[in-house]
């Protein structure tokens, strides 16, 4: 078996490694390690796209939701959650403040609620297009069938969140009550296929997740060359069966981000709110791990705690002004630069309709 540092410099170099290799790597990684390995994925990040650190603007527009994923705290079972839903001129009010400020990039998400129609759902991004035909818009409202996907894409919708959550089957079934792992999958290919730059993602200490989880993950991930790489930390949620869990580390959240932007060295790879709210420097740790996206939130201040995936989520009492500050200062804090161009990836160009 190769050193650790030769393991690291391999992946640095050919950007692969094998699943024994993955799994080697990652158990046998030290500080003086994941430092050496965090070096390597931010040359790697600067090669590509520089010092620019992308913003996206989040809006979170609803938290009804029908599913059940038992770590999620606005899961469908959860009587306590408190429910609110944006209509579409609030939704616009939120995109118009976040390109006053500069964003060219806004976030649609949302839990998966029906009271959306896929109807509703062209209208709101065909809307935000005709008012801002330069920003790009992301939609994050989970698993639909190909022609929903289809027909958002064609109201010019461009890019599509969907973390597939974790790739080892049997831990996402025990997750995910009523759905199915392959689903999950097919979705992500059918957004790729339909021309989306797509992200997937998965959550980092999940209660019984192991280190070849993680090397599932890393594998598909490898097979799937998404535009984005969504990943947090897991953080309990108190009206959730996982309330008593220990929430994922830091360490182990930043190592995975520099080991996926070294496999995928094109990925958009955001500094996750999870990841600043387990540690507040989380974010500044991410970025320094090969992260170049942020997504401060521009939803209205009144719904921001409702939205409450996890316990103790941050950013939920400032204004969108305060949030974009408070990111800029972090991202320059680490020698890097806020960036508020569109930020597509570079790989990336809209398919000809
Ligand atoms: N801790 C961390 N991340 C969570 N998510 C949902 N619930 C939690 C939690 N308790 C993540 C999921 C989802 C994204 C929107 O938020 O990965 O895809
Ligand atoms: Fe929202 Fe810091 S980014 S308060």
Not at 97 to 126: C, M, P
Not at 256 to 262: D, E, K, Q, V, Y
Request: charged share 30%; aromatic share 8%.
């Amino acid at each position: 078996m190769l050193e650790l540092r030769n393991l690291i410099d391999k992946l640095y170099e050919e950007n692969y490694l094998n699943k024994d290799e993955l799994l080697e790597l990652l158990s046998r990684i030290d500080d003086a390690g994941r430092d050496y390995l965090m070096e390597k994925a931010c040359m790697t990040r600067d090669r590509y796209y520089g010092k620019k650190v992308f913003m996206r603007g989040l809006v979170e527009f609803t938290s009804y939701c029908k599913r059940r994923c038992i770590y999620c705290g606005i899961n469908a079972c959860n009587r306590n959650a408190q429910r609110y839903r944006l209509s579409m001129e609030q939704i616009l009010a939120c995109c118009k403040k976040g390109h006053e400020l500069g964003y060219r990039t806004f976030v649609l998400q949302g839990g998966e609620d029906s009271f959306y129609t896929d109807e509703i759902i062209v209208k709101i991004v065909a809307a935000i297009k005709k008012e801002f035909p330069s920003c790009a818009v992301t939609l994050s409202i989970g698993e639909k069938d190909y022609g929903s996907y289809k027909r958002y894409y064609d109201a010019g919708a461009e890019r599509y969140l969907l973390r597939h959550e974790t790739a080892s089957k049997k831990l996402y079934d025990s997750l995910h009550p009523g759905m199915s792992f392959e689903n999950r999958i097919e979705c992500l290919w059918n957004l790729k296929e339909i021309g989306y730059q797509v992200g997937a993602g998965f959550m980092v200490g999940l209660p019984n997740q192991t280190l070849k989880d993680f090397v599932e993950d890393l594998c598909f991930l490898k097979k799937l060359k998404p535009h984005m790489v969504g990943i947090g930390p897991f953080i309990p949620h108190k009206d959730t069966v996982l309330a008593s869990k220990k929430a994922g580390t830091v360490k182990m959240t930043v190592t995975l981000l520099a080991i996926i932007r070294l496999l995928l060295p094109e990925v958009l790879l955001p500094a996750t709110t999870a990841l600043g709210t387990v540690d507040p420097m989380g974010r500044e740790k991410g970025l320094r791990a090969g992260a170049n996206v942020v997504m401060p939130n521009l939803s209205p201040v009144g719904v921001r705690k409702k939205y409450a995936l996890y316990d103790g989520k941050v950013c939920t009492g400032e204004e969108a002004a305060e949030c974009r500050s408070c990111i800029d200062r972090r991202i320059v804090s680490v020698g890097l630069i806020p960036d508020m161009s569109r930020g597509d990836n570079i790989l990336w160009e809209r398919k000809i309709q």
